[in-house]
């Protein structure tokens, strides 16, 4: 199948703009089957937009709050017996492991 460059509408801001026979057919290749609806300005503004990073003038500011440290708490490690911290508050039905053996543990799987 050949593709062609095709000009589009974006759906957000009305400006028209073109997808590409190259993005056509990386977007064939993920397997998507309809055509952009949005520029790529409109796109990346959604996406920051959907994962919270915009402010309200629009400007992108990261994730980064400098606040973000999780209650870590304190548990003994059913392998090794050594005492770990944990980010989550340690079920005494369920086996806690510290990083190394947790990672010794999942690579035999």
């Known amino acids: 199948m050949t593709v062609k460059d095709q000009t589009l509408q974006c759906y957000d801001c009305d400006s028209e703009f073109t997808f590409t026979a190259a993005e056509q ?15 790529v300005s409109c796109r990346q503004k959604r996406k920051a937009k959907q994962a919270g990073k915009l402010q309200p003038n629009g400007r992108n500011t990261g994730n980064y709050s400098g606040n973000t440290r999780k209650e870590m708490f304190s548990a003994v490690c059913v392998e090794c017996k050594k005492e770990t911290m944990v980010p989550f508050k340690p079920n005494p039905d369920k086996p806690v ?9 999942k690579d035999n799987r």
């Open 97 to 105: 492991y510290c990083g190394m053996c947790y990672y010794k543990i």
């Open 25 to 39: 057919e990386q977007f064939l290749a993920m397997g998507y089957t309809n055509s952009p609806k949005r520029c």
